[in-house]
């Protein structure tokens, strides 16, 4: 071939080819904030007797308030963050033109509790949520609400240098990290640090959850592959064990070390799995023989869910059960106790730790939605299924984790009986094992 001729269609061909594709945008949204609210000097003086490892975010709140002219504001706190209602509410007042400032002094014990209904009965324009993260989506409340997560600045270097004094060889430990709200930044600035030095460090994430981010009734459930000299190690960043027990439910074959960011300390934690789950099974048990039930719809903020309702009275419908339904802000044996015999197995749709944790106070079985599935014969029992394993798999035996027990309530991905407002389809994941586990 002539070599003009080759020439010219290489010519030709590389005319042709498409242009490398464009990098794409980096995800970075500058602050609508405006330079005169973050450079005002008394509301910055203001701010300054707020401790200065919490982040409040004034500055969103009082242009948040501004911009949409509300004037009528509502502010709810957990019961650890009450004690700075004062000092924001007087900032709000004098800075964001707020002509009424309500403080919701209502128990609240987590996003569930996001109380919209209160407020717009106030009626209030705006729901200014601390300490939890975006649990109830601002397009299921009742007027607009602004969650503030309350992150709190801790010592990371503190906690990278106890793990590494107390984990060694780094290369033989993968860390599954996690921790409540206030503590995701912390956790996300150490995980790149942590694998400079040479450990595996995972994130799991929960959606609606932020990554990292677990509560006291929803966490995520690992399914980690077991690998030769490779420890995987939970390490939970928080102050306390409510949150971190979710977790350990959800993870029961891990082993789980929690590091206080505010003692700097690791602690080994550990959880009486087969004691949770045989007193569960004795309240189901009971339930089953249950002619006339109870269902407890819980009032406080938004924990209980109208759709569970609806679904576990279609259920005792087609069943022929007789029931009632009660609607209480607060759920103790006392209250129950006072509706006599006439009820034989309760149904609480609220928070299932009240039935996980203080379930054996109360002299009738209180069952979870979930646990109610079991009761009706809707779904088998943990201790009922068929956990055969088949030995020619190869498989079955390296995987960790697995969970009798979900703690999937608020999970997108969990199961019909929770309180999720964003339900997704399940993906099946292909499987490497038999199936049968």
């Not at 397009?139 to 997560?149: C, G, K």
């Not at 064990?241 to 350990?248: D, P």
């Not at 029961?252 to 959880?271: A, M, N, Q, V």
């Not at 949770?276 to 189901?284: G, L, P, S, T, Y």
């Amino acid at each position: 071939m002539d070599g003009a001729l080759v020439e010219k269609i290489s010519s030709d061909l590389r005319l042709e080819q498409p242009p490398p594709p464009k990098p794409r945008p980096k995800r970075f949204v500058k602050s609508q904030i405006p330079d005169s609210i973050l450079n005002d000097a008394a509301l910055n003086a203001a701010i300054a007797l707020l401790p200065s490892n919490y982040n409040f975010e004034i500055h969103k709140i009082i242009w948040r308030v501004r911009s949409t002219n509300a004037t009528r504001v509502a502010i709810q706190f957990p019961e650890g963050l009450l004690m700075y209602s004062l000092i924001i509410s007087d900032i709000l007042t004098a800075f964001a033109a707020v002509t009424h400032c309500f403080i919701l002094g209502d128990v609240t014990y987590g996003a569930c509790c996001v109380d919209d209904l209160s407020s717009r009965a106030l009626d209030a324009h705006l729901l200014v949520h601390f300490g939890h993260s975006c649990l109830v989506p601002i397009d299921s409340t009742t007027i607009p609400v602004l969650y503030i997560f309350v992150e709190i600045a801790i010592n990371t270097s503190k906690l990278i240098q106890e793990l590494n004094h107390n984990f060694a060889p780094a290369d033989t430990f993968n860390f599954i990290m996690a921790g409540t709200i206030q503590f995701s930044n912390a956790i996300r600035a150490a995980k790149p640090k942590l694998e400079d030095i040479g450990f595996r460090v995972l994130i799991p994430q929960s959606k609606p959850l932020s990554a990292g981010e677990v509560l006291g009734c929803t966490a995520p459930s690992l399914k980690l592959q077991s690998a030769p000299g490779i420890n995987n190690v939970i390490i939970f960043v928080a102050d306390g064990r409510f949150h971190l027990e979710a977790f350990m439910i959800a993870n029961p074959g891990i082993k789980t070390f929690r590091y206080d960011p505010y003692l700097s300390k690791l602690f080994l934690e550990e959880y009486d799995h087969d004691g949770m789950k045989d007193e569960r099974r004795r309240a189901i048990e009971r339930a089953r023989n249950a002619k006339n039930w109870g269902i407890v719809l819980g009032t406080l903020g938004r924990q209980g869910n109208p759709r569970i309702l609806e679904r576990l009275e279609g259920k005792m419908k087609d069943k022929g059960l007789d029931y009632i339904v009660v609607l209480l802000s607060e759920l103790s044996p006392k209250k129950i106790e006072l509706f006599g015999d006439g009820i034989d197995a309760w149904v609480q749709i609220a928070c299932p730790r009240l039935s996980i944790d203080w379930g054996d106070a109360f002299t009738k079985p209180l069952l979870t939605s979930f646990e109610a599935e079991i009761a009706l014969g809707d779904l088998p029992g943990w201790w009922e299924r068929n956990r055969a394993r088949n030995a020619e798999c190869g498989q079955c035996g390296n995987v960790e984790g697995s969970v009798d027990y979900p703690m999937d309530y608020y999970a997108q991905d969990g199961g019909d009986w929770n309180s999720s407002y964003s339900k997704k389809v399940v993906r099946i994941p292909e499987r490497s094992c038999c199936g049968k586990c």
